[in-house]
């Protein structure tokens, strides 16, 4: 091994723990709190180590929103193969992707989104990584429910029920809504498995 390539290594170790912990300092902070100078602090590196990373701190907080919803959805495909079959399976879908909507990477999302409202600059970077994470985790839940997404009917009850994740994680920003949480999650996604079967059903000629 060359001194270059544990320098390389060093650098991408410090890029990652840089961007981990951006995310933890928006989930925790909110935008405004978030300051290149407390992501240098809690990261453990100096403030220059960050700008050779990241120039601004629009990057550093738009690059951490991409990678760890890049390894998010990396690691939700992965786990697919735990997921039960059957009647199970929907449920454990939805609760898979509640808990996505609950987690810490939609809390710092959700901190970034409504900065972005108020500042057209950061709005413009901001739309374009909603669009992306939006259409990503639309195609997920089709492949976790194994379900026809060019049905209108089908493509309409996963977005409808990540509209409902969506909204149950905003429910949990403020309150720990857990209890509630899951058994609205239970009740839709006995609805979603009756009406999903019956949109498989093959349709009997008169």
Do not use: N
Not at 65 to 88: H, K, N, S, T, Y
Request: charge should be negative.
């Amino acid at each position: 091994m060359t001194i270059r390539e544990p320098q390389q290594e060093r650098s991408r170790a410090t890029h990652q723990r840089l961007l981990e912990t951006t995310i933890e300092c928006l989930a925790q902070h909110g935008w405004a709190g978030t300051t290149v100078g407390v992501v240098a602090q809690r990261a453990g590196v100096s403030r220059g180590a960050i700008q050779h990373h990241f120039p601004t701190r629009e990057d550093l907080i738009t690059s951490a929103l991409e990678f760890i919803f890049d390894q998010r959805m990396a690691e939700v495909r992965a786990a697919a193969a735990d997921l039960p079959e059957g009647a199970e399976r929907v449920e454990a879908v939805v609760i898979r992707l509640v808990d996505y909507f609950t987690g810490v990477l939609f809390k710092a999302a959700l901190q970034v989104w409504t900065a972005a409202a108020a500042d057209p600059a950061l709005k413009e970077r901001v739309v374009p990584l909603e669009l992306r994470f939006g259409r990503t985790v639309h195609t997920i839940a089709t492949e976790l429910l194994g379900a026809d997404d060019s049905d209108p009917d089908t493509h309409r009850l996963v977005q409808a029920t990540l509209d409902m994740a969506r909204g149950l994680g905003l429910a949990d920003v403020l309150t720990d809504d857990s209890r509630r949480r899951s058994q609205i999650v239970a009740t839709w996604a006995q609805h979603l498995s009756t009406a999903l079967t019956r949109v498989r059903a093959p349709v009997e000629a008169p």
